[in-house]
């Protein structure tokens, strides 16, 4: 029997408004109240000072200079891929690659590690939640190698049984592609659990972490994921930059991605031999500003109690979900436990564009249309859905104005 | 709070009666042109079918399909408006249309058409939603251009 432990209190958390300027501002003359950014995040000060501090006094092009603004450079860009590090608790900085997003982390993994090891009939497993971008790489090795998707599906809740994996994933199986957290239904995932019974059939692990490095705690070494990718501009962080952790053992044996230069040992008019991992993978000039952007984020990330900021998150979205509870209109779709601050719903006769073009009127911003998970939009049996993101700069007020802008469009739609 | 006025033209009764209650809804026995139209901002997809005579008259249209209030209404608007009229009609309808949703010198619009369309003129205000207005026409363009011939058994 366990001992029951009541939770640990957390300090009220202030969300640091004063950081992020652009709340401040007004949109059709009412106050901007962004529930957007699962899509995109905003950017506090600190992160747009780092850039701006560096264009302004140590930029050059990183590697290979023997100048001394070029040293400079490179020593922040690879020193953001040590914060990187850091940030997911990666063994080595090595493991890090940086890439544009999320989207070229994963891609980089569809084209350079697994495309070379798909025979005809192999098998992929994904969850029908998953983002386009984690399924349309797996659909190129579906249409080129002969791969099957196999889909595991999700509980009507929203919630992942864990126990389906061990059904999805068979003899022919190669990869597990999840996501760590759900962009539409908020639901997070049991990766670590996952992982075990992936491993248990020798099968790797590649956790789509856009939506759950910003509001969980990732440590790649205790979740013993093979792959995770992330992307800078939903961490607070500049667009243009994101990452992907990959074992070192997966790294050393991944055939290079983009070819140009920066990636190479040597060219000659015959052969060209590869610079090892992580530069292999990362051709031409990287994005060096977006680097010092992505650390400045991650920094700011870790300068707050992030259990606090989780609490905090997640008392807007309990806050939202009882308030929409008496909309008898309003469906929301998932209600997983333990899920992050994304709240999704359909609501009877309102097409979620008209919805969302109210709220806009009223100054909230929510993302409306079928999320990039079509699928998912196909489970669930609708087109499209309305959805409000919750981060660490939003309010309670914030919430009191998008239930407001629910009241107001059915006034006028209902 | 004084409603937002553009938002006031933008949902006006009209446009709501129009998407609650569509004309012209529904598959169409005979079609001789049919059309599927797309939006992959939204997911939404309607269908145009016509029957076009041997004169080159739009003698029936309907259509199918789910989607925004703006999107609806335009479409059902739209079959109310053309049928009847020649394809060449249809066609310069569609033209005025499209410059008065996208918030352009309309002036080829007149009379009667323009009184009717005139409702959906608030949607130049919202340049995300232009598109929604535009599908339904779009669609039944590409209906008689040749899009997907219709089987007649």
């Known amino acids: 029997m366990m001992a029951q432990s009541k939770p640990r209190p957390v300090a009220t958390f202030e969300p640091p408004r004063a950081d992020f300027e652009i709340l401040s501002r007004t949109v059709y003359g009412k106050p901007l109240v962004y529930l957007d950014s699962a899509a995109s995040a905003q950017k506090p000060r600190q992160v747009l000072d780092a850039m701006n501090e560096f264009a302004i006094t140590e930029y050059a092009n990183v590697h290979r200079g023997v ?5 400079t450079a490179t020593q922040r860009y690879e020193a953001a891929r040590e914060t990187a590090r850091h940030f997911l608790n990666a063994g080595a900085a090595e493991e890090i690659i940086f890439t544009k997003g999320g989207t070229e982390a994963i891609n980089l993994v569809s084209y350079s590690w697994l495309a070379p090891r798909i025979q005809p009939g192999d098998e992929i497993v994904l969850t029908v939640m998953e983002h386009h971008s984690n399924i349309v790489p797996w659909h190129f090795l579906r249409e080129r190698h002969g791969a099957v998707l196999k889909w595991v599906d999700v509980r009507d809740d929203g919630s992942v049984d864990v126990d389906a994996f061990d059904a999805a994933i068979g003899p022919k199986t190669k990869l597990v592609a999840v996501a760590h957290m759900s962009n539409v239904l908020g639901t997070v995932t049991p990766l670590k659990e996952i992982v075990v019974r992936a491993h248990a059939k020798g099968v790797p692990v590649l956790a789509d972490g856009c939506q759950g490095a910003v509001h969980e705690t990732v440590d790649v070494c205790d979740l013993d994921v093979d792959f995770y990718a992330l992307t800078g501009h939903k961490l607070y962080g500049p667009t243009g930059i994101g990452a992907l ?3 070192r053992a997966h790294l050393g044996a991944m055939r290079p991605f983009n070819g140009g230069g920066e990636m190479i040992r040597e060219v000659t008019r015959d052969v060209v ?6 530069v292999r993978f990362e051709a031409g000039t990287p994005p060096i500003i977006e680097s010092v952007g992505l650390a400045a984020a991650l920094d700011y990330i870790a300068s707050f109690d992030r259990a606090a900021v989780k609490a905090h998150e997640l008392s807007l979205l309990s806050q939202a979900r009882e308030a929409v509870r008496e909309f008898n209109w309003l469906r929301v779709i998932g209600d997983a436990p333990g899920k992050g601050a994304i709240l999704s719903f359909e609501a009877e006769g309102i097409h979620a564009h008209d919805l969302a073009t109210i709220l806009d009127r009223e100054g909230v911003a929510v993302r409306a249309g079928h999320h990039c998970a079509q699928p998912l939009m196909e489970r669930f049996g609708v087109a499209s859905t309305t959805r409000a993101s919750f981060a660490l700069y939003n309010t309670r007020e914030d919430v009191d104005a998008l239930v407001e802008g629910l009241h107001k469009a059915r006034k006028i739609l209902g | 709070m004084a409603m937002d006025d553009s938002l006031r033209e933008l949902y006006q009764e009209v446009i709501l009666d129009h998407s609650r209650h569509p004309r012209h809804f529904g598959a169409l026995a005979g079609a001789t042109h049919t059309g599927e139209g797309y939006n992959p901002l939204c997911g939404d997809r309607v269908k145009v079918h016509l029957v076009v005579d041997d004169g080159g ?3 029936d249209i309907k259509f199918e399909g789910k989607g925004c209030a703006i999107s609806q209404a335009s479409a059902s608007l739209m079959t109310d408006m053309v049928a009847g009229r020649t394809v060449g009609e249809a066609q310069k309808l569609m033209g005025g249309f499209l410059h008065l949703v996208k918030g352009e010198d309309a002036s080829d619009l007149v009379g009667d ?3 009717r369309l005139n409702v959906m003129a608030g949607v130049s205000a919202f340049p995300m939603r232009v598109k929604c207005a535009t ?9 008689l251009e040749g899009g997907i011939p219709a089987k007649t058994e």
């Open chain 2, 57 to 59: 008259r739009i003698a």
């Open chain 2, 135 to 143: 599908l339904a026409w779009h669609t039944m363009k590409s209906a």
């Open chain 1, 273 to 278: 031999t590869y610079a090892d991992p992580p």
């Open chain 1, 67 to 71: 100048h001394y603004l070029s040293a």
């Open chain 1, 245 to 247: 952790y990959a074992k």
């Open chain 2, 113 to 115: 058409d323009r009184d």
